[in-house]
């Protein structure tokens, strides 16, 4: 049984920072990909970065620049570092992880940045 379990969210004021984390039961070196989502009131879930297993990093366009995902295989952890955050980024976020096409999710922490 697959566990992520993110941590990191709070609330923080536009243009400032927050780094989230998501930390897996196993090793995520057996996941084809891992990968951040987001879900604000009223809105459908959207990707907002993902990292394959060989590397291959993703950003939605409306945080590239901004964002940096990244991946500690040491630590079964995945990072989303977020920068200049602005008011639209508030929402709650996932951590996501598919292997052989089986999709699993953490329970997601919420982000809220302030005007």
């Known amino acids: 049984q697959v566990q992520l379990v993110e941590s ?3 609330l923080v004021q536009a243009g400032g920072s927050l ?3 998501c930390a897996a039961s196993g090793s995520i070196v057996s996941f084809n990909a891992m990968g951040w989502h987001r879900q604000a009131p009223g809105k459908q879930r959207e990707l907002v ?12 366009d409306s945080v ?6 990244s991946r500690d295989n040491a630590k079964n952890t995945v990072y989303l570092q977020m920068n ?3 008011p639209e980024d508030t929402a ?14 953490g ?3 919420q982000v809220t940045v302030s005007p």
């Open 49 to 60: 970065a993902s990292i394959t297993s060989v590397g291959t990093i993703n950003y939605a």
């Open 107 to 109: 329970q997601g922490t």
């Open 8 to 10: 990191g969210g709070g």
């Open 19 to 21: 780094r989230l984390s």
């Open 64 to 69: 590239k620049g901004r964002f940096t995902i």
């Open 84 to 86: 200049s955050l602005k």
């Open 92 to 105: 709650v976020y996932y951590c996501k992880a598919l292997r052989q096409f089986n999709p699993y999710w």
